[in-house]
C-alpha cells in the first residue's frame, strides 16, 4: 500500500497518471492523514429500468407502438426487465440481455422490422 501511494504520488508529481490516464487537473497527491478506509460491497451492479422496447429491439412511444428507426439495446432498453424476473444486486445479470439484445436489434434492422 505505501509503494502504491508512493508509485502514485511520483505521477502527481510529474503530472501525468501514466497507469489510468487521470486528467493532470485531477491529480491530487496524497499525503495529509489521517486516512481511512472501509470494505464497500456492491448493492446494485446494472439498471433495471429503461426504454421500454418491442421483441425487435426497436423502442416503444407512450402509446406502446415503434418509433421507426430507433431501437435501444442493453441496460438502456432494460424496461422489460423491471419485475421479479431479475436480481438487481446479482452482478452480470443483464450481460446477457445485453449481448442478446445488440445482435437482436441488428438483425432487426438488416431485416428492415
Same mark, same amino acid.
Given at each position: 500500500?505505501?509503494?502504491?501511494? @508512493?508509485?502514485?504520488?511520483?505521477?502527481? @508529481? $510529474?503530472?501525468?497518471? =501514466?497507469?489510468?490516464?487521470? @486528467?493532470?487537473?485531477?491529480?491530487?497527491?496524497?499525503?495529509? #492523514?489521517?486516512?481511512?478506509?472501509? /470494505?464497500?460491497? *456492491? #448493492?446494485?451492479?446494472?439498471?433495471? #429500468? #429503461?426504454?421500454?422496447?418491442? /421483441?425487435?429491439?426497436? &423502442?416503444?412511444?407512450?402509446?406502446?407502438?415503434?418509433?421507426? +428507426?430507433?431501437? =435501444?439495446? +442493453?441496460?438502456?432498453? $432494460?424496461?422489460?426487465? *423491471?419485475?421479479? /424476473?431479475?436480481?438487481? /444486486?446479482?452482478?452480470?445479470?443483464? $450481460?446477457?440481455?445485453? $449481448?442478446?439484445? +445488440?445482435?437482436?436489434? &441488428? =438483425?432487426?434492422? *438488416?431485416?428492415?422490422?
Amino acid at each position: 500500500m505505501v509503494d502504491s501511494v @508512493a508509485h502514485y504520488n511520483q505521477q502527481v @508529481a $510529474a503530472g501525468v497518471d =501514466a497507469d489510468f490516464g487521470k @486528467a493532470s487537473a485531477y491529480l491530487t497527491p496524497v499525503k495529509d #492523514g489521517p486516512f481511512y478506509a472501509v /470494505t464497500l460491497g *456492491v #448493492g446494485m451492479a446494472c439498471a433495471i #429500468g #429503461g426504454l421500454r422496447i418491442d /421483441t425487435h429491439n426497436a &423502442v416503444l412511444n407512450a402509446h406502446g407502438y415503434p418509433l421507426p +428507426g430507433l431501437y =435501444a439495446i +442493453g441496460n438502456d432498453a $432494460a424496461g422489460m426487465l *423491471v419485475g421479479d /424476473t431479475y436480481a438487481v /444486486t446479482l452482478p452480470g445479470s443483464t $450481460a446477457g440481455f445485453a $449481448a442478446f439484445s +445488440g445482435r437482436n436489434a &441488428v =438483425a432487426a434492422i *438488416v431485416q428492415n422490422k
